[in-house]
């Protein structure tokens, strides 16, 4: 990418604090102030996107910010970028933040993860040692309007469907489900108590319960791997960590990594559970977004 003779315009900085004091609202203050929110901000406000005629130029807002970067990385970053626009969309998280800045707000603000696209979503074990699917990225996370990541992931879901061939219809349910299920998820969260929140996890075997039909119709030969450990399922699940040791063992040598011989072996709850829970939701995940 070759130097812009158009730098970005300059705007005052935002920033955004986290109001501590929601905490001691009684949940019909809580009710009453969204309310209030949402009168004053309608949902009919955030349908249209009007650019302003100062509009920073976004590849001119990418080079300021490569100032900031390792530079023998800059080339690396750019020619991912430069593979779709869906991998485009994924580094540009800056110029969707300069665009949404000037969209409408309630004034509510959280801990935003600040680059909620769908690729920064995942499943990952928790300190209980439960497989959760969350947000597993938070390099862009600071205090912001709510608002912001909810579009960041609703328009991640339309440039990926875009870029695989959905059409219109079918790319329009994808978003709106997506939406739908965060206002029923926040719906969710506003009856319960601080404690239950904090603890709420979208907890692997929901998923499967949820997605084993789907993933039984759309993925034949992964619905094998959703039933219960069979036999040949414990070979393989036993000759993978057998392979694993063999590797720690003869790698090990070379000072490259090592595994003692049980290490693959001190977590068969994870194992067990990869092959028989985590595997087909990827399946199913990968086969959304490729």
């Given at each position: 990418m070759t130097e812009r003779t158009v730098q970005a315009p300059r705007r005052p900085a935002l920033r955004y604090q986290l109001d501590t004091g929601v905490s001691g609202l009684m949940p019909a203050e809580r009710v009453t102030r969204g309310k209030t929110a949402r009168a004053e901000v309608p949902r009919e406000s955030h349908a249209v996107f009007d650019p302003p005629p100062d509009r920073p130029d976004p590849l001119a807002l990418l080079e300021e910010q490569a100032k900031t970067r390792v530079p023998d990385l800059v080339p690396i970053?750019?020619?991912?970028?430069?593979?779709?626009?869906?991998?485009?969309?994924?580094?540009?998280?800056?110029?969707?933040?300069?665009?949404?800045?000037?969209?409408?707000?309630?004034?509510?603000?959280?801990?935003?993860?600040?680059?909620?696209?769908?690729?920064?979503?995942?499943?990952?074990?928790?300190?209980?040692?439960?497989?959760?699917?969350?947000?597993?990225?938070?390099?862009?996370?600071?205090?912001?309007?709510?608002?912001?990541?909810?579009k960041r992931l609703a328009a991640s879901l339309e440039v990926a469907a875009r870029g695989n061939g959905f059409g219109a219809r079918q790319r329009r349910d994808i978003v709106t489900a997506a939406v739908a299920r965060y206002r029923l998820a926040m719906r969710a969260f506003a009856g319960m108590t601080n404690m239950q929140v904090w603890y709420a996890r979208a907890d692997v075997d929901q998923f499967r319960a949820a997605?084993?039909?789907?993933?039984r119709r759309s993925f034949p030969s992964a619905?094998?791997?959703t039933a219960e450990p069979s036999s040949s399922a414990s070979r393989w699940s036993r000759k993978k960590r057998a392979t694993l040791r063999s590797a720690g063992e003869s790698a090990g040598?070379?000072?490259?990594?090592?595994?003692?011989?049980?290490?693959?072996?001190?977590?068969?709850?994870f194992c067990e559970r990869w092959d028989t829970a985590a595997a087909p939701c990827c399946i199913h995940y990968r086969g959304a977004i490729i």
């Open positions: 970053r750019w020619g991912r970028m430069l593979v779709s626009p869906f991998t485009f969309y994924r580094g540009a998280a800056l110029p969707m933040a300069s665009d949404l800045a000037t969209t409408p707000v309630t004034g509510l603000s959280v801990q935003a993860c600040g680059d909620a696209h769908l690729s920064n979503f995942g499943v990952f074990g928790s300190a209980e040692r439960n497989l959760v699917f969350d947000v597993n990225d938070f390099d862009e996370t600071l205090p912001g309007p709510w608002e912001w990541d909810v997605l084993d039909p789907r993933i619905a094998m791997s040598s070379r000072g490259r990594i090592r595994l003692s011989k049980d290490c693959a072996s001190r977590e068969p709850w």
